[in-house]
Nanobody, 114 residues
């Protein structure tokens, strides 16, 4: 499984970005796909997750501002981020849980400036 994340960038406070994760290899829309983020010196934290037939998980810190959805064209997931705050600044990573194994994409940096 290969994951390719894109869409990061620099935005002002209150701005929006959409992150995209394209997946290839042995992955289906039944597998769990997630977005994590990490700030230097901190551990990676789960932001949002999707599993078929279950409601999506959205962390409380971003609930109401971030939305995760499937991108069927890229066999992956999107993360729509609105009302961005300085504390959302981080490197965002796409993750897929396939047949008991976790796969990671490269990170994409999001910087929110006040």
């Amino acid at each position: 499984v290969q994951l390719q994340a894109s869409g990061g960038g620099s935005v002002p406070v209150g701005g929006s970005l959409t992150l995209s994760c394209a997946a290839s290899g042995s992955i289906s829309n039944l597998d769990t796909m997630s977005w994590y983020r990490q700030v230097p010196g901190n551990s990676r934290e789960l932001v949002a997750s999707m599993t078929a037939n279950y409601p999506p998980y959205i962390d409380l810190s971003v609930k109401g501002r971030f939305t995760i959805s499937r991108d069927n064209a890229k066999n992956g997931v999107l993360l729509q981020m609105n009302s961005l705050r300085p504390e959302d600044t981080a490197t965002y990573y796409c993750n897929a849980h396939v047949q008991g194994r976790y796969h990671w994409g490269q990170g994409t940096l999001v910087t929110v400036s006040s």
